[in-house]
């Protein structure tokens, strides 16, 4: 249904996309976190949003996976943050609530629309 691919839908479909990408990563920070040697990896969300505002991005296109810097490394040289990652994923779950619940009301908007069309 393309008709109903609002500029709106399209950054929101972006974010979406993004918050599922960093989830997968955040998940595998975690279940790597006794895995010596091991190093957090992350995306630039806020970064790779800006280029999607900027129209630099395509929907289709999977934002950079880059290694984090600056967390402590234990003597194994693993750097997972537990309460790190355990924060992203609340942070990721409100953010997902909240971006599906705009969705939703582009929808109910959208079919309001077409419902007062038909009148």
Same mark, same amino acid.
């Given at each position: 249904? !393309?008709?109903?691919?609002?500029?709106?839908? !399209?950054l929101l479909e972006r974010? %979406? /996309? $993004?918050?599922?990408?960093?989830?997968? %990563?955040? +998940?595998? =920070?975690?279940? =790597?976190?006794?895995?010596?040697g091991y190093h957090t990896? /992350?995306?630039? *969300? #806020?970064? &790779?949003?800006?280029?999607? $505002? /900027?129209? *630099?991005?395509?929907? !289709?296109?999977?934002?950079?996976?880059?290694?984090?810097? @600056?967390?402590?490394?234990?003597?194994?040289g693993n750097n997972v +943050?537990? /309460? #790190? &990652? +355990?924060?992203? %994923?609340?942070?990721?779950?409100?953010?997902?609530?909240?971006?599906?619940?705009?969705?939703?009301? &582009?929808?109910? #908007?959208? =079919? =309001?629309?077409?419902? &007062? @069309?038909? +009148?």
């Amino acid at each position: 249904m !393309s008709w109903m691919h609002t500029a709106q839908l !399209s950054l929101l479909e972006r974010f %979406l /996309d $993004m918050s599922a990408t960093r989830q997968t %990563l955040v +998940s595998t =920070n975690l279940a =790597n976190v006794d895995t010596p040697g091991y190093h957090t990896r /992350d995306i630039d *969300f #806020r970064g &790779e949003m800006q280029r999607a $505002m /900027d129209g *630099f991005t395509l929907v !289709s296109s999977s934002p950079a996976v880059r290694q984090v810097r @600056g967390l402590l490394a234990r003597p194994d040289g693993n750097n997972v +943050s537990v /309460d #790190r &990652e +355990s924060l992203l %994923l609340a942070q990721l779950q409100l953010q997902f609530k909240a971006a599906t619940a705009i969705i939703k009301a &582009e929808f109910v #908007r959208l =079919n =309001n629309a077409i419902k &007062e @069309g038909q +009148s």
